[in-house]
């Protein structure tokens, strides 16, 4: 919250950085999954701006909604969901860290360093959907 200045190209840094560890991470299995099964993979690059965009739309929607409900503090309160399911997503990459440790050490490591890569914009976006951007709140 220091670098207020900064907001704007942090929040994009960190959404650049999830969105590319998702593509990177997922879109060659999918091409290697659709290429055993024997179909094409024009479908898997199509899906995947097809689905950005419902994305994107259902998002706006929501906003347009919370602001036609006109929810007190909306921002905070819909930001608050948002950081929660973060952390539990966050949750669940321990979950991971630990059952590849159980697979092997190498895999384990290998697993947690990506993980601690992935989780730096996971953090900054927890932070940013919780207080709305704004400083945080101090409960005594």
């Known amino acids: 919250m220091r670098l207020r200045s900064s907001l704007g190209i942090l929040a994009a840094l960190s959404t650049g950085l999830l969105l590319g560890a998702a593509l990177l991470d997922l879109l060659p299995e999918a091409v290697n999954l659709q290429r055993l099964a024997g179909r094409g993979v024009g479908t898997t690059f199509a899906l995947v701006p097809l689905s950005f965009v419902t994305f994107l739309l259902l998002q706006n929607l929501f906003d347009r ?41 190498p895999a384990g490591y290998i697993v947690a360093a990506g993980i601690a890569a992935h989780d730096m914009g996971d953090g900054v976006n927890t932070i940013l959907l919780s207080t709305g951007g704004n400083n945080p709140e101090r409960f005594d």
């Open 65 to 105: 909604w919370s602001a036609h409900v006109n929810l007190q503090n909306s921002p905070r309160v819909l930001g608050r969901i948002g950081g929660g399911l973060l952390i539990a997503h966050s949750f669940r990459d321990g979950m991971a860290i630990g059952l590849s440790y159980a697979a092997s050490h």
